[in-house]
């Protein structure tokens, strides 16, 4: 089991910053896949960013150069730092982690923070 809560969420304007950070507790979470999904009123879950155990990234096209996500092991923390950023990303946010065992994916998720892009 593990457990996720993430901060860091709020209200800032076009263009501007915000760091969201997702402490992971439980049994070897550091070699879980962690990452953050967003969604928006009306719309599905998406896929932000993740990164692996070893630092591998991935991210969605409409954050790339805008968002970095990173991960510290020792803390068992991954962040995700939001920059230039725009309306269209208001969106609840949530941590993400996952592991394969065998054929089978486990996933847990915490219990979202809000992001709101306004002026």
């Known amino acids: 089991q593990v457990q996720l809560v993430e901060s860091g969420g709020g209200l800032v304007q076009p263009g501007g910053s915000l760091r969201l950070s997702c402490a992971a507790s439980?049994?070897?979470?550091?070699?879980?896949?962690m990452g953050w999904y967003r969604q928006a009123p009306g719309k599905q879950r998406e896929l932000v960013a993740d990164?692996?155990?070893?630092?591998?990234?991935n991210y969605v096209d409409s954050v790339k150069g805008r968002f970095t996500i990173s991960r510290d092991n020792a803390k068992n923390t991954v962040y995700l730092q939001m920059n230039s950023l725009k309306p269209e990303d208001t969106a609840v946010y949530y941590c993400?982690?996952?592991?394969?065992?065998?054929?089978?994916?486990?996933?847990?998720w915490g219990p979202g923070t809000q992001v709101t892009v306004s002026s």
């Open positions: 993400n982690a996952f592991k394969y065992i065998l054929l089978t994916r486990y996933d847990y």
């Open positions: 439980g049994s070897n979470s550091n070699i879980y896949t």
């Open positions: 990164i692996t155990s070893t630092g591998r990234t």
